[in-house]
């Protein structure tokens, strides 16, 4: 029985890992994720769409603090998501648009 449950604790530990990996992968998918919820009309998935006057994202020179900006609050025909989006996913959207930069 000792070992059983030997082997049961080491089961857990290692679902616990997994978990965690699958927890921090999540969070890593999480900016693509909502930036195709929000985004992609507009942007496109590859940043390039620039529909309804929206800035190509794969050439945008804005620091991560002015592209947070831009999503909380809006610029010329964008909307605020303020209200719409937490403060860490409009985090993880700058990181997903950061990854569609040239």
């Not at 990996?21 to 929000?38: H, I």
């Amino acid at each position: 029985m000792g070992v059983i449950a030997a082997i049961g604790f080491a089961a857990c530990g290692n679902a616990a890992s997994s978990s965690e990996t699958t927890s921090a992968n999540a969070k890593a998918l999480s900016g693509e994720q909502v930036y195709n919820d929000n985004c992609v009309i507009c942007h496109g998935v590859d940043g390039k769409a620039q529909m309804a006057g929206a800035t190509d994202l794969s050439t945008s020179v804005l620091t991560p603090e002015s592209a947070s900006n831009v999503i909380a609050n809006g610029r010329n025909g964008m909307r605020s998501f303020a209200t719409q989006l937490t403060k860490d996913e409009i985090d993880a959207v700058v990181k997903h648009i950061e990854s569609l930069r040239k």
